[in-house]
């Protein structure tokens, strides 16, 4: 389609902070770390609960860029999924937890990325995608729940940042 008023704001190219924060979120996603801390330091199987909506794969990704939604409303709401995927996983984490540091660091690189993301209104981003993130964040919704294995939530959180991050940000794929 036609450059919207998004992209003369230069929300369509990622912000500097935003490639910085996603480069370290791709460091402490590595394979060996989200096998260590999301599977092996579980019981077997182990899974959270979440809403239909948090899950947020590639699939997903494709389908609304077929449905022209920007890539800076898809990063705006890969942000809001995996920042509750994490939030997710950390509330069934006693603090003595080996992952629970872990969970910790992550949710600050995300509390990070939330302040780059702060200055995006409701209305920059398409009615698909704010309503998607109202559903995130609506309670209520328990009886849409779903249980995915916690690595399963990052595995999906790394495949679609470098979907959505891999170009603008130079994101070599380690």
């Not at 460091?27 to 609960?49: G, N």
């Not at 995130?136 to 919704?141: D, E």
Request: charged letters at 25%.
């Amino acid at each position: 389609g036609c450059p919207g008023v998004l992209a003369v704001l230069g929300l369509e190219a990622a912000a500097p902070g935003e490639c910085e924060l996603t480069r370290l979120l791709q460091d402490k996603l590595q394979y060996e770390m989200r096998l260590q801390y999301m599977k092996h330091y579980f019981p077997i199987d182990y899974t959270v609960q979440v809403q239909y909506e948090e899950v947020l794969r590639p699939s997903n990704i494709t389908r609304l860029r077929n449905g022209t939604v920007s890539e800076a409303a898809l990063r705006y709401l890969w942000f809001h999924v995996s920042s509750q995927a994490v939030l997710r996983i950390r509330e069934v984490l006693p603090e003595k937890h080996p992952s629970w540091k872990y969970t910790q660091e992550l949710c600050q690189l995300f509390d990070a990325l939330g302040e780059e993301y702060s200055k995006y209104r409701q209305t920059d981003v398409e009615t698909v995608v704010a309503d998607l993130v109202k559903l995130i964040h609506s309670a209520g919704t328990e009886s849409r729940s779903k249980a995915v294995r916690p690595k399963a939530l990052l595995d999906n959180c790394l495949k679609v940042m470098r979907m959505l991050y891999g170009v603008p940000c130079e994101l070599g794929i380690r």
